[in-house]
């Protein structure tokens, strides 16, 4: 393996392992913040209808979606790095 290619890979480990530490503060504070909302929803006066479901369902999609971005890897096999090649390469 030359230098260059393990700095390479140790590079792109960093990146991965920095994903996933973002994505796990991420989802630390989605769980923090939206307990203490339904904990004040409970506490208020409230009359029946759980408000706090469109703040965790929208927070939710975007808590999934950089869950997905950080497990659903960036390495791309050589068959599809070639159909890529040569849909390019039918455009010009």
Request: glycine share 8%; charged share 25%; proline share 1%.
């Amino acid at each position: 393996m030359t230098e260059t290619t393990s700095s390479t890979i140790r590079d792109r480990a960093l990146r991965r392992l920095k994903k996933r530490r973002d994505f796990s503060a991420h989802l630390i504070t989605y769980v923090l913040v939206n307990g203490v909302v339904v904990l004040l929803w409970l506490l208020s006066a409230q009359d029946g209808f759980f408000w706090p479901i469109f703040l965790m369902a929208f927070w939710g999609i975007g808590v999934a979606l950089n869950g997905w971005d950080v497990w659903r890897g960036d390495d791309f096999t050589d068959a599809e790095i070639q159909r890529e090649i040569e849909r390019m390469n039918r455009g010009h």
